[in-house]
């Protein structure tokens, strides 16, 4: 029997740590330095894709996503040597998809060339705003007009290319994220990640939240309408949400965040990077120690990883909602309950159906665009005992 994760494919995320400069919004495991021995972390990383592949031996891999911190800050030639150590420890997918995230500040036309003879065949961008207060405000050090001119070169490098916007910024009106999202979608861009401002606890942006000094931020009801504009202009467009936060035109959809929306398995590399490996019939967690230094001193004594959480059915079952119920397409009612041993309660659908929140199509519960406003409230009530 097929196991469950083959349902999703399976995947090899990439964690690169280092940015040139810290954003006061991001939360994620990012580091400013001077000095990269960039040989050292090639050969760690070459030495953990044996580690994983002795463990995942014969899975057909259908995606890399080299994320961070700024991967276009890797040397093309590390970035080479990794895919091409890949390709001898798994075999493929024909149609593999190979992701790296770039910063517009970071991007030359002989670098991103370098990438794509490396076999990259992808690019996320972090662009993030298309106006110079706002990219200030962002703490980010490029300009509009070297977003502009990296995307040029992006896509006329690359058949892929993808780039990322924030939204409900302080002080931005629906008239605002209007014209700037048209932009966006005027610049022939084929992927467009599009994610309202969070303010997490621990950032730049969090400690002057907490201080009062984060002001114009929109309130609740701004928030709801800045989303609905998005989807309307996005769909009229031709690139309507297939997830959340992600439109597309048709067939440019990321394979590799696909992956984890649809519960496939996926090994994470590098510093901080998260995992989800089933090995002998049983899902494990498997998360990488944080700290670089850290990481890089243990990959050679293969401790760079912390001990493993083995995910129960109802750890899966949860997670499978979780992951699958943002995506358009929602998810197979039979396979949650495969995983869970039980059916979602058909009482706590049916509620929600009567509330215009999910629909029904045979065996697929998919969230209604009003549901999408309050995904959180509607998983919370399907999972509430």
């Not at 999703?8 to 954003?23: D, Q, R, S, T, V």
């Not at 932009?183 to 621990?202: F, K, N, P, R, W």
Request: contains cysteine; hydrophobic residues 40%; aromatic residues 8%.
């Amino acid at each position: 029997m097929a196991e469950d994760w083959q349902q999703g494919g399976f995947g090899l995320y990439i964690h690169w740590p280092y940015c040139e400069a810290k954003c006061p919004y991001c939360d994620f495991n990012s580091h400013v330095t001077r000095r990269i021995d960039q040989k050292a972390w090639c050969r760690a990383y070459l030495t953990e894709l044996r580690r994983i592949a002795s463990e995942t031996s014969g899975r057909v891999l259908r995606s890399v996503f080299f994320g961070g911190g700024t991967p276009s800050l890797m040397d093309p030639d590390v970035v080479a040597d990794v895919i091409a150590e890949i390709r001898t420890l798994w075999p493929v997918a024909n149609d593999l998809e190979i992701t790296l995230e770039a910063n517009p500040g970071s991007v030359e036309a002989g670098r991103f060339s370098a990438y794509r003879d490396g076999g990259v065949n992808r690019i996320s961008m972090g662009v993030q705003a298309l106006n110079d207060p706002d990219l200030k405000r962002l703490g980010r050090i490029h300009s509009t007009a070297e977003a502009m001119a990296a995307f040029d070169i992006a896509r006329s490098t690359f058949d892929r290319v993808s780039f990322d916007l924030i939204y409900a910024r302080q002080g931005q009106s629906l008239k605002d994220w209007e014209a700037e999202l048209q932009v966006a979608l005027d610049m022939a861009v084929d992927h467009l990640s599009l994610y309202q401002l969070t303010i997490e606890q621990g950032t730049a942006f969090g400690d002057r939240y907490n201080a009062g000094k984060l002001r114009d931020l929109p309130d609740e009801d701004l928030g709801a309408d800045l989303y609905a504009l998005t989807q309307d202009v996005c769909g009229a467009a031709g690139m309507p949400a297939y997830e959340v936060s992600n439109h597309a035109r048709d067939g440019a959809q990321s394979r590799h965040n696909l992956i984890y929306w649809r519960y496939g398995d996926y090994a994470g590399i590098g510093p901080g990077a998260h995992g989800r490996l089933t090995i002998r019939g049983t899902k494990w967690a498997t998360e990488a120690f944080s700290n670089p230094d850290r990481w890089l001193g243990a990959v050679g004594s293969l401790t760079s990883e912390k001990p493993r959480t083995a995910l129960t059915t109802d750890d899966q079952a949860h997670e499978f909602l979780l992951m699958g119920l943002r995506l358009k397409e929602g998810i197979s009612l039979s396979r949650y309950a495969a995983l869970s041993g039980k059916e979602l309660a058909p009482a706590k659908i049916s509620s929600l159906i009567e509330l215009g929140m999910v629909k029904q199509h045979q065996d697929r519960l998919i969230v209604s665009n009003q549901g999408f406003m309050v995904l959180n409230a509607v998983i919370s009530h399907l999972l509430d005992a």
